[in-house]
Nanobody
Framework: QVQLVESGGGLVQAGGSLRLSCAASGRTFSNNAMGWFRQAPGKEREFVAAINWSGGTTYYVDSVKGRFTISRDNAKNTLYLQMNSVKPEDTAVYYC?????????????????WGQGTQVTVSS
């Protein structure tokens, strides 16, 4: 059974940092692009960041550029999201996801596997 399990969420003050992890099991995703999405209360799920299969290419939504960093460790089958200088508007449930493709994707319909999400709450 393929699983993506996020961890590392929690409550953090504005300006602080968090590191999210997404551990994959059941199959390797070393040849697949992966990404992070988030969903705030009352809002649609939105793209946050994506990384290609090798980690050599990344892409971010404008609102997190310069603050968040996506990375991966294919040997550990794990995806990361380093969140620095967080803001209250970053509050959301964060989901990791994997595509069937090697190149990055920003649309959620390109992703086939999803984690259950981890809550990130940023206090002002």
């Amino acid at each position: 059974q393929v699983q993506l399990v996020e961890s590392g969420g929690g409550l953090v003050q504005a300006g602080g940092s968090l590191r999210l992890s997404c551990a994959a099991s059941g199959r390797t995703f070393s040849n697949n692009a992966m990404g992070w999405f988030r969903q705030a209360p009352g809002k649609e799920r939105e793209f946050v960041a994506a990384i290609n299969w090798s980690g050599g290419t990344t892409y971010y939504v404008d609102s997190v550029k310069g603050r968040f960093t996506i990375s991966r460790d294919n040997a550990k089958n794990t995806l990361y999201l380093q969140m620095n200088s967080v803001k209250p508007e970053d509050t959301a449930v964060y989901y990791c996801a994997a595509t069937r493709f090697t190149a990055i994707a920003t649309s959620s319909n390109r992703y086939n596997y999803w984690g259950q999400g981890t809550q990130v709450t940023v206090s002002s």
